[in-house]
């Protein structure tokens, strides 16, 4: 991890196309301003977390949904 020091209203730039700048600093409180192409996704880390949290959620298989099928590969008819 890279460290850097900064005061208020000094930036950082992250190759050529983002731009960190420090707004304010309160105490524990830190104001970041970023600019970035609208292409670029920026998160708070736990927003970012929960909805890696919910797509994994979306797309695992249910043990039920995974039960059904192994049955249908089988050949399987639950009315038999």
């Known amino acids: 991890m890279l460290v850097l020091s900064r005061k208020k209203g000094e930036?950082?730039?992250i190759q050529d196309q983002i731009e960190l700048t420090i707004l304010s600093v309160d105490g524990?409180?830190?104001?970041?301003?970023?600019?970035?192409?609208?292409?670029?996704d920026i998160f708070r880390k736990e927003v970012y977390l929960s909805i890696q949290e919910a797509n994994r959620e979306s797309v695992a298989p249910q043990q039920s949904d995974l039960n059904a099928l192994i049955h249908r590969l089988r050949g399987e008819n639950k009315s038999e």
């Open 28 to 40: 524990d409180t830190v104001k970041v301003g970023i600019s970035a192409p609208k292409h670029v």
């Open 11 to 13: 930036s950082i730039v």
